[in-house]
C-alpha cells in the first residue's frame, strides 16, 4: 500500500544486499547482561513476508522477563527480543500490499517471542501485522503505539465494553499501558483517576486528560478515589499490580465493576470475598493482547487510531536511546520512566 507523500528512505540503498547486520541477541536465559550486540547475517522473508529495515523499536517489560526466563513460549535460542517497531520496507514480493521504501509499524505479532525482534537492524515480518504510519504520526510515535495502545483497547473496549460517561481507575497509570489507557478512555468520555506514587508523573497525568491522579500508596487512598468519582466508585479497573492490590481495588468498584487484569507486578496469588463478586456482580478478567488474530489486530489498530487522532492525541515518549545503548534503554524501563521507551537503531 503506498500513499503519494509518505515516508521514504534511499531506495538505492535497499538496492545493496547487506551480508552481515547488527542484532542484540541472547544464547542463554538470565540476567539482562546476557544481552548483547551481535553480527548476524540478514534476514530472509519467506512467502507473505516482507523484510523491514527497522529505524525504531519500543521496549516493553515483557521484554526483560523473556531474557531473564520468566515468560512463557519463547522460541529457539538465539533470539532477539523487541515487539514494537517501525521503519521502511527493504523488500517486499511481487503483488505485496507494500513497496520498498514505504513506510510500516509492525502490530501485535510472536515478532520478539517466538521469532527474532525488532532490537534488528533488519526484521522479516508477516505482512497481515504490519501497517502503513497513520497520517500525521512520526516513525517514534507509531514504533512507540501498537502493544500497549492495543493492550488498553483490548482492556477498555473489546472486553471491558466502555460507555461514555463511566469511571475508569486506571493502576500503575505513568507505564505504557497506563497512559494509553488514560490517553482512550478521556477520549471515549469516560471520567478518569489515575494512580501514580511519583508527585511529578501525577501532574503530566493531569496534563494528559486524568480527572484525577492519586498516590496509590496514600493511607486514604479508598476516600480519594470514592470522591473522584461521585461516591460511585470506578466501573472498570485497569489492573496493572495484582496480588493483594486487586482485592483492594474491587473493593473500591462500583455494581457490575469490571477488573480488566493486565499485569501482575504485586504478585499472582490473591484472597478474594466471593460475597462481594457476588453482591457486586464483579467481573474479573485477564487481558492477553496475544490473543488478537492480525485480522483482529488491524482492525483495533484503526480504531485506536482514529480514537487518538479524534481526541488530538500522540503516544508519549520518555526517552530515545541508541542502538548501542540498549542495556541504558532497560534500566531507563526498570525506574523513572513515564511513557515508552525506544531505541534508535538506525539513524536514516
Known sequence: ???????????????????????????????????????????????????????????????RLLIEGRYPGAGQLPLTVGRDGAGMIHEAAAGSRFRVGDAAVVLRSEIGITRQGTLADFVAVPEAVLAPIPAGWSLQEAAAAPLVYLTAWKALVTQGGLKAGETVLVTGASGGVGIAAVQLAKAFGARVIALSRDVSKRARLLALGADAAL?????????????????????????????????????????????????????????LDLGMVLFKQVRIEGVHVGKYTPAEA?????????????AGARPVIDKIHPMEQVQEAFARLAGGHLGKVLVEVNTQ
Open 1 to 63: 500500500m503506498h500513499h503519494p507523500g509518505a515516508f521514504r528512505y534511499n531506495t538505492l540503498a535497499a538496492m545493496g544486499k547487506e551480508r552481515v547486520v547488527r542484532a542484540w541477541r541472547f544464547h542463554e536465559f538470565g540476567e539482562i547482561g546476557v544481552y548483547r550486540l551481535e553480527e548476524v547475517p540478514t534476514p530472509k522473508p519467506g512467502p507473505g513476508e516482507v523484510l523491514l529495515r527497522v529505524r525504531y523499536a519500543a521496549l516493553n517489560p515483557a521484554d
Open 298 to 310: 488491524q482492525d483495533a489498530w484503526r480504531r485506536v487510531v482514529a480514537v487518538m487522532d479524534a
Open 215 to 271: 498516590d496509590d500508596t496514600a493511607p486514604d487512598l479508598a476516600g480519594q478515589i470514592g470522591k473522584a468519582s461521585d461516591g460511585t466508585g470506578p466501573d472498570i479497573v485497569i489492573e496493572h499490580l495484582g496480588g493483594p492490590r486487586l482485592a483492594e481495588h474491587m473493593a473500591l468498584a462500583n455494581m457490575n465493576g469490571r477488573i480488566m487484569v493486565i499485569g501482575l507486578l504485586a504478585g499472582r496469588n490473591v484472597e
